[in-house]
């Protein structure tokens, strides 16, 4: 009625002008900040403008789409710091990408908690208006008294002292999956082969889901006192967890390269089943809210919004269940596509008990490498960022306050300058080695937001890798080794497939 009164005064044409002024204002809003910005950063060296519009926006949508050609977009930056050194800025449709490659300067970047966490947090709160994470879930919790309470939370049930407590539930779990595995009780992932002689044999057509199921089901048991039952024969509410959390977070990322997805007139099925998805994680963590157990009886004594507390246990299973999960995968995949390396592993693992405590096989310094080696190749969170609280001097350059600046494991990782052969997966670079500096290698992050749950993650890894080699032979059936590919996490472009077969 009002905007019919406004036309009938001024006359037809005001409503459309009225329009046209508010797009321009927005235009404008989203324009001088951005000009702002790249005249701050106009000194930084950086490839040329890929396109005008959305700078190397499209560029990187095709390297999502063509891995195995490009790489990842790691793989990009450490080629253009051959070029422009460790440090340069490009443009990512309207925002401005500042990566650090490599060098000691992300140790100071990282270790200042002035600096705050910036991990698109727009795409991670909510989707779809469907809430995923909130504004204060524990991975995007600012520095502030909740923060702390938080970590000082999981140290409590994270240190390596309490880690070691959850043995038995983590073999509890091992021994299910493993001999569902063999029993050929867990056709979604594994297919039983005619036996060689008295020994089984299974295809594992797709590992990583394989391994996403005991990940969460070692989750579950060990830090909420749930069985989500994922590598049971059983269907219990939540068995597909697994498969639903790493939709939503490969969707979420989806979103975060490509903004046009965000837009609400692009509606699709895989929207809609993002957000079922979303409602089934949410109500899970629910459940085991209710339930109680140890940790989430702390976080409830601690803070009195339960959606906050659902936002914190649903961060705890995207940042301990996907992570964990895409370690395992390349791990085992490496071990079974380099026979040598191969041999050279079980020949230690087969020198001690099955039944060999964690605190041996904690000791074990070839697995102890191979783990290493897969987490300096693929480190499950491959990129974390910070913006700047005041002005840095970065690889001699002046990086203003207010930048948001990327640092990457992957690319610090393979440094050419530092690793030798650094694309080769050989794990005796780890052995009797002098002391690796932590801007070279840092898998778990490092300085304030360092992995709460380092010591609980190398326990799972090393765990399920000996439990596997004394109870299978395994051989990588791909022809080469899968291409990453960037999601909130990195995992395998196409599925990764194991032959294992019993031993005696």
């Known amino acids: 009625m009002v905007a019919w009164y406004i036309s009938y005064m001024l006359g037809w044409y005001t409503i459309p002008l009225l329009a046209l002024l508010c797009v321009l204002g927005t235009f404008i809003r989203m324009l001088v900040p951005f000009l702002l910005e790249a005249r701050k ?130 073999l509890q779990v091992l021994d299910r999956a493993l001999d569902n595995l063999s029993e050929g009780l867990l056709p979604s992932v594994a297919t039983p082969l005619p036996d060689r002689g008295n020994h089984r044999v299974i295809d594992v057509h797709d590992v990583l889901k394989l391994v996403q199921k005991i990940s969460s089901d070692i989750m579950g048991l060990c830090l909420f006192d749930k069985d989500f039952g994922c ?27 490509d903004p046009s997805r965000k837009l609400p007139f692009r509606k699709t099925a895989t929207k809609q089943t993002t957000c079922q998805n979303i409602a089934k994680m949410r109500q899970t963590a629910r459940d085991i809210i209710e339930n109680g157990s140890s940790l989430t009886d702390e976080f409830v004594k601690s803070f ?13 299973l995207f940042a301990g269940q996907d992570t964990t999960s895409n370690a395992l995968t390349y791990a085992l995949a490496n ?30 310094p070839r697995l102890d490498a191979v783990v290493k080696e897969t987490m300096r190749l693929y480190p499950s969170a491959p990129m974390t960022l910070r913006t700047l609280h005041k002005d840095y001097s970065i690889a001699g350059y002046r990086v203003p306050q207010g930048s948001t600046v990327w640092v990457s494991p992957y690319t610090a990782g393979r440094d050419p300058n530092y690793w030798e052969d650094p694309t080769t997966f050989s794990p005796q670079r780890f052995i009797n080695t002098k002391e690796i500096p932590r801007y070279r290698y840092f898998p778990f992050m490092t300085g304030p ?33 899968p291409a990453p590919q960037m999601s909130i996490t990195m995992h395998p472009r196409r599925p990764i497939h194991l032959r294992f077969t019993e031993i005696d």
């Not at 709460?452 to 090393?462: D, E, P, Q, R, Y």
């Open 304 to 316: 009195n919004d339960i959606d906050d507390i659902i936002d914190d246990v649903n961060s705890l």
């Open 449 to 481: 937001h360092e992995c709460s749950g380092k010591h609980f993650a190398m326990i799972k890894l090393k765990m399920v890798v000996f439990h596997v080699l004394k109870r299978y032979d395994i051989e990588m059936l791909n022809s080469s080794m």
């Open 41 to 170: 950063l106009s000194h930084l060296p950086g490839p040329p403008c890929h396109r005008i519009i959305s700078g190397h926006g499209e560029f990187f949508k095709e390297v999502m789409r063509s891995s195995d050609r490009y790489g990842i977009m790691f793989d990009v930056w450490l080629e253009w710091s051959k070029e422009y050194g460790p440090l340069f800025q490009y443009r990512h449709y309207h925002k401005h990408v500042i990566p650090i490659v490599y060098g000691e300067d992300t140790l100071k970047v990282l270790h200042d908690i002035g600096n705050t966490r910036f991990i698109f947090k727009d795409s991670l709160k909510f989707y779809m208006g469907h809430r995923i994470l909130g504004d204060n879930g524990m991975l995007l919790t600012p520095y502030n008294e909740a923060w702390r309470i938080k970590k000082t939370i999981l140290k409590k049930f994270l240190n390596t002292r309490t880690v070691a407590d959850y043995e038995d539930r983590l």
């Open 335 to 364: 071990i079974g596509h380099l026979q040598e390396i191969n041999k050279w592993l079980r020949e230690e693992i087969d020198s001690v008990s099955a039944s060999a405590p964690w605190a041996h096989i904690n000791e074990l």
């Open 231 to 257: 590598s049971s024969t059983s269907q219990s509410e939540s068995s597909d967890l697994a498969e639903i959390s790493s939709q939503v977070a490969n969707e979420c990322f989806k979103m975060i390269a």
